[in-house]
């Protein structure tokens, strides 16, 4: 079922702020910052030779990020997204063995433009897992 490690996510209030803390203090190859109102997120990714980090800052007034960064005000670890074949697969299975996929179940278009789903810390030893098809 599971792949490679897509990227680790991490929220933060400024994503600005996170992107030139990668770029100037660990020399990382970073990317412009990228709106995507339907996530409610602004995204950053900083490209590692083995995976990505994704660096998310709230947008719009229902980010799924906010309670979380009220939680975690100077930011934190958010999710980790895996890659997996088939999504549709992978969720019928995942969802077989009891983990709750979020939303309505259905794969929405993620930042690379390709489906993902997340499944519910709870279920995933108390971390958020974004599945992503490869
Ligand atoms: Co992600």
Same mark, same amino acid.
């Given at each position: ?39 409610? !997120? ?9 995976? %990505? ?5 709230? /947008? &719009? #007034?229902?980010? +799924? ?18 890659? !997996? ?9 995942? %969802? ?5 996929? /979020? &939303? #309505?179940?259905? +794969? ?27």
């Amino acid at each position: 079922l599971i792949g490679r490690l897509n990227h680790v996510a991490i929220a933060v209030q400024d994503v600005r702020a996170a992107a030139a803390l990668y770029r100037e203090r660990l020399g990382a190859i970073v990317s412009e910052p990228v709106p995507l109102p339907e996530h409610g !997120v602004t995204t950053v990714f900083v490209t590692l030779p083995n995976t %990505k980090i994704e660096l998310l800052e709230p /947008l &719009g #007034d229902n980010s +799924p990020i906010a309670a979380f960064l009220a939680r975690h005000p100077e930011g934190g670890m958010h999710h980790l997204c895996y890659e !997996v074949g088939d999504i549709l697969a992978a969720r019928d299975r995942l %969802k077989a063995s009891g983990a709750r996929v /979020l &939303g #309505d179940g259905e +794969p929405r278009i993620g930042a690379h433009g390709k489906p993902v789903l997340f499944l519910h810390p709870k279920d995933m030893l108390g971390t958020l897992i974004e599945i992503e098809e490869a």
